[in-house]
T-cell receptor
Framework: GAVVSQHPSWVICKSGTSVKIECRSL??????MFWYRQFPKQSLMLMAT?????????EQGVEKDKFLINHASLTLSTLTVTSAHPEDSSFYIC????????????????FGPGTRLTVT | EDQVTQSPEALRLQEGESSSLNCSYTVSGLRGLFWYRQDPGKGPEFLFTLYSAGEEKEKERLKATLTKKESFLHITAPKPEDSATYLC???????????FGTGTRLTIIP
């Protein structure tokens, strides 16, 4: 249980183009999904929190117009990197929280396998 | 601001040599502390959730413990397949965000 998928697993694009990454919860419904970025040998940095049917909440320093997030259903969130530049090259990972989790208990997050983006 | 510090940064052990990884944390109100395993080029894999001081959880060769200031991940008689980066994260009652440490890169030598 608690499986999260991402597509594509890797992508190479040219500078100035846009890239869309999909994150799906396969066996549970996710009210909330999270998008992280990870540079080599560094830990995960939260970029934004995505709630189904509402606008995403971005962390300080993350450009909302550059990283467009859409959470259209309880099982799908997408991250679009617009006008990509080489400095956007990174490992992007999503996670999801089961909608049934709540109250005072910890909210476990289940992670996808990640998407390696290379901008040339 | 929530903070998580993991030590050591890297650890090399012989197969069968037991050891512990440390996660020290400061958080305004701990909802939960999480341990994840991450293999190179992959997303983190959930291992444990702890939320009460004194709590312990076990899974195969791993045991996680929690105090009010830190958590330990004990690995008993490790095997080469236990080689990975182990991440610790905390969540406070204010929101659902996870604050991650920088991880411990564990290498088990056959």
């Amino acid at each position: 249980g608690a499986v999260v998928s991402q597509h594509p697993s890797w992508v190479i694009c040219k500078s100035g183009t846009s890239v869309k990454i999909e994150c799906r919860s396969l066996d549970f419904q996710a009210t909330t999904m999270f998008w992280y970025r990870q540079f080599p040998k560094q830990s995960l940095m939260l970029m934004a929190t995505s709630n189904e049917g509402s606008k995403a909440t971005y962390e300080q320093g993350v450009e909302k117009d550059k990283f467009l997030i859409n959470h259209a259903s309880l099982t799908l969130s997408t991250l679009t990197v617009t006008s990509a530049h080489p400095e956007d090259s990174s490992f992007y990972i999503c996670s999801a929280r089961d909608r049934l989790a709540g109250g005072l208990v910890p909210y476990e997050q289940y992670f996808g396998p990640g998407t390696r983006l290379t901008v040339t | 601001e929530d903070q998580v510090t993991q030590s050591p940064e890297a650890l090399r052990l012989q197969e069968g040599e037991s050891s512990s990884l440390n996660c020290s944390y400061t958080v305004s109100g701990l909802r939960g502390l999480f341990w994840y395993r991450q293999d190179p080029g992959k997303g983190p894999e959930f291992l444990f959730t702890l939320y009460s001081a004194g709590e312990e959880k076990e899974k195969e060769r791993l045991k996680a413990t929690l105090t009010k200031k830190e958590s330990f991940l004990h690995i008993t008689a490790p095997k080469p397949e236990d080689s990975a980066t182990y991440l610790c994260a905390v969540q406070n009652f204010g929101n659902e965000k996870l604050t991650f440490g920088t991880g411990t890169r564990l290498t088990i030598i056959p």
